[in-house]
C-alpha cells in the first residue's frame, strides 16, 4: 500500500464561531488523483489552504508528506497549487511570470522552462502582460505556473473555471501526465468530473468530507479528454 | 541567495515599467519642499535646519507610500500567498522587499536633496556629501520598519491609515536623531560632531532589521 501523501486528523477549522470544516479525516495515498466536490462556500478552498500551510487548522493537523502543514519547510517547494487567485504579476509579462517562478524556485534554466509551459498550456501570447489576459488564459498560465516545477502534489481548485473546451482537454491531459509520473494531486469541483483515469471521489458535507458513495445520484458527470 | 535576487529583481522591473512609486514619490517630496520653504521662508541662520526637517518629512512620507505600494503589488491576485509557499526563506523575503525599498527611497532621496539645495539656497559641496550617511542609516531604518509594518497594514482593509499609525511613533526617536545629525551636516560641522545621532540612528537600523528578519514569516502567515 503507497504510503499517505495528504492525511488529515480530526481536523476542525472555525472562522469566528462559524464552523467551516469539522472533525476531517482524509487520507490521500501517493500517485492518488482525488476529487472533493461541494457547493459554494462548502470549504474546499479553505481545506487546500491548511492542506498548503497557507492557513491554519482551528485544532488537528494536516500532515503533508510526513511534515505538518503548521511547518511545512522544505516540503513547500514539493507542493504546486492553483486558487481563484492566480498569483501572477499583473504588470509583468507571461514569460517574465514564469521565469520569475522558476529562479524562486532555483530552477536552472527559468526562460527556456517558461517557454516550454507556455507552450504546453497554449499560449501565444508570451510577451503580453498578464493585465491584458483575459480570465481563460489567466488560468491557463495559472496551471503552468502550478505545474512547471513538476510538484509530488499537485492542489488544484476548479482547475477547469474559465476554460473552454479546448483548453480543458489540454489540462486534463497536464493533470493524467502528471499522475502517470507519480504525482499526487487533489482537485476541487462543483460537480463529479471524469477525467479518463482513476479518481477517488470524495465530497463535502455540512463541513465533513465523506467518500462520494452514491454515484447513481451523483450530477451529470462532464467527460473530459482522454 | 537566488531566490533574494529573484524577488529583488522582479520588484525592481515592476518598479522601472510602472514607475508608480518613484513618480508618486518625487512629486510628494516637492510638494513638501514647496509647502515647507514657503511657510517657513527660511533666513540664512535657520536654513540648514529648516532644510534638514524638510528633508526628513520628505523621506518619513515618502517611505510609507513606497512600502505599502511594494506590499500592494503582493498582494494584488494573491501572490504573497505563492511567495509563502515557495522554498525561499522568510527572512530572505524580507531581506529582498527590504532592498527593494531602500532603492526606491535612495533614489527619490537623491532628488530631493537636489530639490532642497534649490528651495533653501545651499551650496553644493562638502556639506551635503556628509549629509550621506545620515540619509543612509535614516533610509535603510525606516525602509525596515515600513516595510515590516506594511505588510501588516496591506492586509487590512483601511492599511493606509494603520500604516501611519504605527510607523511613526516607532520611528520618531530616530527622526530626532536623522534630523539632529542632517542638520550638523548642513551646517558644515565635521561628521565627528553628529556621531552620537548617527550611532542612534545605526542601532535603530539593527534593532529594525531584526525585528523584521524574525516577525516578517508571522506577519505573512494568515490565520
Known sequence: MARPAVETRALIKTFGVVPVLRDINLQISEGRCALLTGGNGSGKSTLLRIIAGLSQPTSGDAIVFGASSRNLGVVRRRIGMLTHQSWLYPN????????????????????????????????????????EFSRGMEQRLSIARAMMMAPDLLLLDEPFAALD??????????IRSAIA???????????????????????????????????????QRSRIGA | MGAFAAVLRKD????????????????????????????????????????????????????????????????????????????IDPAALYGAKLAAAFAFMAIVEIAAVGLITLFFNLDFGADLARLAPSLMFGTLGFAALATLLAAISSRTRAGDLLLPILAIPLFIPAIIAGVKASEAALSGFPLAAASQWLGILAAFDVLFITLGALLFEHVIRED
Open chain 1, 92 to 131: 509583468l509579462t507571461a514569460r517574465e511570470n514564469l521565469t520569475f517562478y522558476a529562479e524562486l524556485y532555483g530552477m536552472p534554466h527559468g526562460d527556456g522552462l517558461a517557454e516550454k509551459w507556455i507552450a504546453a498550456v497554449g499560449l501565444a501570447a508570451a510577451n503580453d502582460r498578464v493585465r
Open chain 2, 12 to 87: 525592481l522591473r515592476l518598479e522601472i515599467r510602472s514607475g508608480q512609486s518613484t513618480i508618486a514619490l518625487f512629486a510628494l517630496s516637492l510638494l513638501i519642499m514647496v509647502v515647507l520653504v514657503f511657510a517657513l521662508n527660511p533666513q540664512p541662520i535657520d536654513r540648514a535646519r529648516d532644510a534638514a526637517a524638510a528633508l526628513w518629512v520628505a523621506l518619513v512620507f515618502g517611505g510609507m507610500l513606497g512600502a505599502t505600494r511594494s506590499m500592494i503589488a503582493e498582494n494584488e491576485n494573491g501572490c504573497m500567498r505563492a511567495l509563502t509557499l515557495s522554498p
Open chain 1, 181 to 219: 509520473r507519480g504525482c499526487t494531486a487533489l482537485l476541487t469541483a462543483h460537480s463529479q468530473l471524469d477525467l479518463g483515469i482513476e479518481i477517488d471521489r470524495y465530497q463535502i458535507v455540512n463541513g465533513r468530507v465523506v467518500p462520494f458513495r452514491d454515484e447513481s445520484r451523483a450530477p
Open chain 1, 165 to 174: 473546451p479546448d483548453a480543458v482537454a489540454m489540462v486534463a491531459d497536464l
